[in-house]
């Protein structure tokens, strides 16, 4: 079983930049969803995908995008980058909610972006 | 409004203290709430979730409705139990998850 995977691991941008961040989700998964997680804070929910739509959004402008693949794997695109994106992105996959195993993610090991 | 609250960002303890990593939450629903495990060099990863109401690792964590808590708990902490320790709750729908802002259990010998 392949777990999540997450390109690239850490990559530097300045302000203004647009970057995308690449997640390939656990086999068999068909969710993907992402978070930021700025240094000394939990994880933030952003957006999730299935079935190649965004079905949920988190307090993010619309300068976070993403798209998933028929394969399930997905992308990240934040345009227009601040200082404060400084952050660790995670991906996590997992079964639909309404599974039954709603709430039970598999975090890839993230892509720490650093805004100068 | 929906909030995970971990009051501790440092618990320190001896090896075969007992642990209590403390969670409050607020949401007006029925939670479904959950606690996930960093260890070092290690991607986040679950522990236990209350709706299973199983003992995962020695941890247990019960769910308090009347406090908003819930709370992980260990009798007796080992050394690999020296982690980043997370509470979140799922308020439904698709899989968004709250996190807490963690809290980093070190267990000395």
């Known amino acids: 079983e392949t777990g999540v995977t997450q390109s690239p691991t850490h990559l530097i941008k300045t302000r203004g930049q647009q970057v995308t961040l690449r997640c390939s989700s656990q086999?068999?998964?068909?969710?993907v969803s992402w978070y930021q997680q700025a240094l000394g804070q939990g994880p933030q929910f952003i957006f999730q995908y299935y079935r190649e739509e965004e079905n949920g959004r988190g307090n993010f402008p619309p300068r976070f995008s993403g798209l998933q693949f028929p394969n399930y794997s997905s992308e990240l695109n934040v345009n227009a980058l601040e200082l404060d994106d400084s952050a660790l992105y995670l991906c996590?996959?997992?079964?639909?909610?309404?599974?039954?195993?709603?709430?039970?993610?598999?975090f890839g090991e993230g892509s720490r972006l650093t805004v100068l | 409004a929906q909030r995970v609250t971990q009051p501790e960002k440092l618990l320190s303890v001896f090896k075969g203290a007992p642990v209590e990593l403390k969670c409050n939450y607020s949401y007006s629903g029925s939670p479904e709430l959950f606690w996930y495990v960093q260890y070092s060099r290690q991607r986040l990863q679950l522990l236990l979730r209350?709706?299973s109401r199983e003992s995962i690792k020695g941890f247990t964590a019960d769910l308090n409705k009347g406090e908003t808590s819930f709370h992980l708990k260990k009798p007796f902490a080992q050394e690999e139990d020296s982690a980043m320790y997370y509470c979140?709750?799922?308020?439904?729908?698709?899989?968004?998850?709250?996190f807490g802002a963690g809290t980093r259990l070190a267990v000395h010998p």
């Open positions: 086999s068999g998964h068909n969710t």
């Open positions: 979140a709750l799922f308020p439904g729908g698709y899989n968004k998850l709250i």
């Open positions: 209350h709706i």
């Open positions: 996590a996959s997992s079964l639909p909610g309404a599974s039954g195993r709603a709430g039970e993610l598999f």
